[in-house]
């Protein structure tokens, strides 16, 4: 039960730091205006509405990067062949992700890849179940 909690944890973990690293790659390539803080809700909110559409597909590309990462590295952990694992850190991630949708202004298209690229934990899954 343990090890089952353990990849869980693990998974999102290792999400958030591919969240961070695609993020921070994109930064370093789109970055927000001079001074603004990441921090500042209402600064956020007006560089979302004028950001160029690559400093935004980021995020999506964070995304999808982390739902393969962690489907796959609490598939390995839990090393029992079931998807529920993946499963679940797709749903936390899918949450948060809404979560900060819904309190950002952002396009109807992030919205869709937004959702639609949780579901790459399955990718992470099958890859984990890969022995080759």
């Known amino acids: ?8 944890i693990a998974g999102i973990i ?7 690293i ?3 790659i994109g930064h370093n390539l789109y ?3 001079e001074g603004m803080k990441s921090d ?5 909110k007006n560089y979302v509405e004028t950001a160029p559409f690559m400093a935004l597909f980021f995020v999506i590309i964070s995304y ?7 489907g796959f590295v609490s598939t390995k952990i839990a090393d029992d062949g079931k998807k529920i694992y993946a ?10 992700s809404i979560y900060m949708m819904s309190v950002l202004p952002t396009p109807i298209w992030f919205w869709i ?8 934990v399955l990718v992470g899954y099958k890859l984990a179940l890969n022995k080759k």
């Not at 039960?1 to 869980?8: D, S």
């Not at 290792?14 to 961070?20: A, D, N, Q, Y």
């Not at 500042?40 to 956020?44: R, S, W």
């Not at 499963?87 to 948060?96: D, H, R, S, W, Y």
Request: charged residues 10%.
């Open 22 to 24: 695609v993020q921070t």
């Open 87 to 96: 499963l679940i850190c797709g749903v936390i991630f899918l949450i948060q």
């Open 14 to 20: 290792s999400g958030g730091i591919s969240v961070g």
């Open 64 to 70: 999808a990067v982390a739902a393969v990462v962690s």
């Open 40 to 44: 500042d809700m209402e600064a956020m």
């Open 113 to 120: 890849l937004g959702i639609l690229s949780w579901t790459l």
């Open 1 to 8: 039960m343990l090890r089952k909690i353990l990849a869980v």
């Open 31 to 33: 970055p927000m205006p």
